[in-house]
């Protein structure tokens, strides 16, 4: 094991899409997806915030055909509203006060990224709360977590890829992932690496569920 990495206030753990068309038996599934749930279960006790994102797409999403090339606009229907591949996979754990970010959901365009969202600015979210640093675990290492990931990057955000928390497609798209992500300066690091501070962010909320000033 090298050197720890503690957690803070200043941390968010970023959940990318477990989400059942993603694990096994799923139209989209990855590869031992499911593997990834009770590593990023082990973790989510070590932050005082998360962000739980997920592909939530209508009907005729622009990216689905019946034909599908399994490429960038040529996908099977995936977490279609409403569905059951659109749920968490089975046995994933969510704090009660977890950010839902829901990508994916305009029907004329692709949003791989929780940064690509028009009606939630997940990185102003994420300055006005004072977080410097993201935790990166999820489905798929090639894809969401891929943009997810350079998007942070851009966003000037220190970011950590857990590398034992994520699963990619397949072997040669996911080696390019990495060497991309590592190229914009993402850290890569092991779950066992990360230690609880035991130091919590302020509420955002108090005792009578209204928001506190910033």
């Given at each position: 094991m090298s050197q720890p990495v503690f957690t803070g206030a200043r941390d968010a753990l970023i959940v990318v899409d477990v989400q059942q068309d993603f694990c096994p038996g799923g139209s989209l599934a990855v590869p031992d997806g499911d593997t990834v749930i009770p590593v990023i279960n082990r973790l989510i006790p070590r932050f005082g915030r998360w962000v739980f994102t997920r592909d939530w797409h209508p009907p005729d999403h622009v990216s689905f055909s019946e034909h599908p090339e399994f490429k960038d606009g040529s996908w099977p229907p995936h977490a279609v509203q409403g569905t059951p591949g659109a749920?968490?996979?089975?046995?994933?754990?969510?704090?009660?006060?977890?950010?839902?970010?829901?990508?994916?959901?305009?029907?004329r365009r692709e949003a791989y990224s929780a940064f690509q969202v028009p009606h939630f600015d997940l990185e102003e979210f994420?300055?006005?709360r004072q977080v410097e640093r993201l935790f990166i675990t999820g489905l798929a290492t090639d894809y969401c977590v891929r943009q997810t990931t350079l998007d942070a990057r851009a966003a000037g955000f220190?970011?950590?890829?857990?590398?034992?928390?994520?699963?990619?497609?397949?072997?040669e798209t996911t080696a390019a992932a990495l060497a991309e992500m590592e190229a914009a300066g993402v850290i890569r690091i092991r779950s066992d690496e990360i230690v609880d501070s035991g130091e919590r962010p302020p509420a955002d909320y108090d005792e009578h569920g209204e928001p506190l000033p910033k």
């Open positions: 749920q968490w996979c089975p046995g994933l754990e969510m704090p009660m006060n977890a950010i839902l970010v829901s990508k994916g959901d305009d029907p994420l300055r006005s220190t970011v950590f890829l857990v590398e034992d928390a994520v699963r990619g497609v397949s072997p």
